[in-house]
DNA sequence: AACACGATTTCG
DNA sequence: GAAATCGTGTTT
């Protein structure tokens, strides 16, 4: 069992907390005293509102304040009227950024690995320094990773289509 | 109040 | 390649 990631790894910027999540443990405790810990394996950063994939591009909205807050709480959001996307917010308070959790060594898919999870929108701020059902510990040693461009996001434009936001472990 | 669309997945 | 399906943001 490693230590949990303190508030203090959660507030460093995306671009470090998103590679940092992989081969991290994801810890799931439901309300039966089953668990489930599962080894992080695929991440996507997105970073502020100028980075126009990020949905923080458009402003402070219900949706996205939490992305505004403290580094180390959930941004979870409804997605294509079935799926929804778990995300860790990083940085301090007053920088939206968050990191899209897309990969677990049991689930590939941020659709899929929420199902498995079992995490909706009741989980929408939820805080993994505190939280008593959902957290991420340290592993021994962080994984040789590659990186490549963000997935799904056309739309956005250049230069943000092409920036090697997509951390996965090898 | 109505509308367009999306950080996906699955099936043909 | 297209459907499924609905919360969110934007427009009326």
């Keep these: 069992m490693g230590d949990r990631l303190t508030r203090d790894f959660y507030r460093q910027d ?12 994801l810890v799931r ?5 089953r668990q489930g810990r599962y080894v992080i394996t695929e991440t996507e950063a997105y ?5 126009r994939a990020c949905h923080a591009c458009r402003g402070k909205t219900r949706r996205t304040e939490v992305m505004y807050g403290d580094g180390g709480k959930l941004y979870m959001y409804f997605i294509y009227g079935m799926y929804w996307m778990m995300n860790v917010v990083a940085a301090q308070e007053g ?4 990191v899209l959790i897309r ?19 009741a989980f929408y701020g939820e805080d993994l320094v505190t939280s008593d059902r959902i957290w991420v510990e340290e592993s021994v040693h962080p994984p040789e990773f590659t990186t490549g461009p963000r997935i799904g996001i056309q739309y956005a434009g250049q230069p943000w289509i092409d920036m090697p936001w997509r951390f996965l472990m090898r």
Excluded at 14 to 25: D, E, T, W
Excluded at 103 to 121: H, M, S
Aim: net charge negative; aromatic share 4%.
């Design 14 to 25: 995306v671009l470090r907390v998103a590679p940092g999540l992989l081969g991290q443990y």
């Design 95 to 98: 920088v939206p950024q968050a």
């Design 29 to 33: 405790v439901w309300p039966d005293g």
């Design 103 to 121: 990969g677990l060594r049991e689930a590939g898919g941020p659709g899929k690995l929420t199902r498995l999870l079992e995490v909706d929108r």
């Design 47 to 51: 970073r502020g509102e100028e980075d």
